[in-house]
């Protein structure tokens, strides 16, 4: 029963642990290099991929509906459709901005400095925040907006983004003027009403019982988690037991 239980909280990582057929002395090895020693460079590496990982995994925790979380991962991974995109896939001529043709239009021109953007930023309470964010690509903007104490914002701020990308492409494929006052209330409402639902769901039995099913979540930073698997073989009274420790 016990084993069973073992097994299935952790199957794929016990199946990846390679185990030797004759019994060795334990050593340390750091995985990151394919002789399992320990390098400047692997480090360095290692830091970067996980500098870059927790910059995706903090879109993936905005409090907010999927639609505009994938929409935000897609405008930071620059994705979507701009005309300096489109440029460069040679389906346009130019890179400028259809909407203003006051500059190239990138993720951060359609999104914050283009003519249509500042007229939704306008209606906001956020315009001067917004005005103090440096021209850099979309994930190190969501990073400077969370570095700047506006982490409670940053789910308004990607509302107010998917709203005004849905206002350019209604201007620019339907001819439709976008009412900046209607996009603002329009992300506001889609957002209060997720938020809503969230807390709703927070409070109900249920979701705290889902909760437990969840899978491998890594430990606080000062503790290790363990996780084991054993196994007995009766006739022959032997015994196997695998762990893998692993830190925050
Ligand atoms: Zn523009």
Redesign the pocket.
């Known amino acids: 029963m016990l084993n069973q239980s073992f097994a299935r909280m952790d199957a794929d990582i016990i199946k990846s642990i390679p185990l030797p057929r004759t019994p060795q002395e334990d050593e340390i090895i750091w995985h990151y290099d394919r002789k399992g020693l320990y390098s400047v460079k692997s480090g360095y590496q290692l830091a970067l991929k996980i500098k870059s990982f927790t910059g995706w995994q903090n879109i993936w925790k905005l409090n907010l509906p999927g639609k505009i979380k994938i929409f935000v991962w897609k405008a930071a991974k620059n994705l979507l459709p701009t005309a300096e995109n489109l440029w460069r896939r040679k389906i346009l001529q130019e890179p400028i ?7 190239r ?1 990138d993720m951060f ?2 999104l914050m ?5 500042r007229k939704i930023w306008r209606c906001t309470d956020l315009e001067a925040a917004v005005q103090t964010v440096r021209r850099e690509d979309m994930l190190s903007t969501i990073h400077s907006l969370m570095r700047k104490g506006a982490k409670s914002e940053i789910d308004y701020v990607a509302s107010i983004w998917w709203a005004t990308w849905h206002a350019r492409n209604k201007l620019l494929f339907e001819g439709k003027k976008p009412d900046p006052m209607e996009t603002v209330a329009r992300a506001k409402a889609i957002l209060d009403a997720y938020q809503s639902m969230q807390f709703k769901e927070q409070e109900s039995p249920r979701s705290i019982k889902e909760k437990k099913t969840q899978r491998w979540n890594p430990p606080p930073s000062t503790k290790l988690k363990i996780n084991a698997d054993a196994t007995v073989h009766a006739e022959s009274q032997m015994a196997g037991l695998r762990a893998v420790i692993r830190n925050s």
């Open positions: 901005c259809t909407i203003c043709k006051a500059g239009e021109h359609a400095e283009c003519k249509l953007a």
